[in-house]
């Protein structure tokens, strides 16, 4: 399971997104980042082995975000959990 | 094999058969669609395109779709977790929204061995020793659907009796015929 990054020019905020590729909410809020030209990083965490699954759960638990996908990560300390625009746009300034 | 076409089919049987619909959009559909297949091919059961399985049935069987959850959930927010299922209302307002997960925490930690102990990992699906799981033989006392699970589901998927319906039953029971 690898991280990777999609390329955006608004740079001005650090984004993570802990997803699943079955996922439909996690594609709409990707789609919704890359719509916004936003650049982030993502996780596609089905596709990992068990050892891999188990450490992201347990880096979501240690930031104290719920364990259901998809899970936006802004600056490092800012969790939204699920696809909620508005949430988004205001923790991006968008 | 199971097809795309097959997966679309039993949804929309299953739909049917509840008096639900599937998301009006296409798109969104047909993702979740190949989601369901692709977990299907992945662990041999359609599990929740939505959620993380463990590749191990009896750790992941709430969350085969359709998922225990789907029916309190629809029946509280008009949609199901990844709003494949949803009633009419939801259906012809379009208006679909995240819900929160009603799947306990601990049954989500207990599929990934967080907090167990330390189990060896192959690709996909996990070559470990499944945690034992305390199954009971419970019965629906309206139909007498019976069941061997850790728990009663939400809802009864024979009458839709609710879970306070089923009653354990007791080994020791003796069932007497004539």
């Known amino acids: 399971m690898t991280t990777k990054r999609v390329e955006g020019e608004r740079r001005n905020h650090k984004v993570f997104v802990y997803a699943l590729s079955t996922c439909g909410w996690c594609k709409k809020t990707k789609q919704f980042l890359r719509d916004n030209g936003v650049e982030y990083e993502y996780m ?15 880096r ?9 996908f998809p899970v936006v990560i802004v600056d490092d300390n800012k969790i939204i959990s699920g696809f909620k625009q508005d949430a988004i746009k205001e923790a991006l300034g968008l | 094999m199971t097809g795309l076409d097959d997966v679309r089919r039993r949804a929309e049987a299953d739909a049917r058969s509840r008096g639900y619909f599937l998301n009006p959009n296409p798109e969104y559909l047909r993702d979740l669609l190949e989601g369901l297949l692709e977990n299907e ?95 009971r033989l419970m019965y629906c006392r309206v139909c007498g659907y019976t069941v ?16 306070e319906m089923f009653s354990e039953i007791s080994p020791s029971l003796i069932f007497r015929t004539k």
Request: hydrophobic share 25%; aromatic share 8%; proline share 10%.
């Open chain 1, 60 to 68: 979501l638990r240690a930031k104290g975000a719920p364990l259901a």
């Open chain 1, 44 to 58: 596609d965490v089905d596709t990992g082995k068990m050892d891999e699954k188990r450490a992201a759960i347990e």
């Open chain 2, 41 to 135: 091919e992945r662990y041999d059961y359609p599990s929740c395109p939505c959620r993380m399985a463990s590749g191990v049935f009896d750790l992941d069987r709430d969350i085969v779709c359709p998922c225990d959850y789907r029916d309190p959930d629809v029946e509280e927010f008009g949609s199901c977790y990844c709003c494949l299922y949803m009633d009419a209302e939801t259906h012809e307002s379009g208006r679909t929204r995240p819900i929160p997960e009603r799947r306990p925490v601990e049954k989500q930690l207990a599929a990934y061995g967080v907090e167990g102990e330390e189990q060896p990992a192959k690709e996909g699906v996990p070559e470990v020793e499944v945690p034992s799981v305390e199954r």
């Open chain 2, 148 to 163: 061997f699970r850790d728990e009663p589901p939400y809802v009864c998927p024979i009458c839709r009796a609710k879970r």
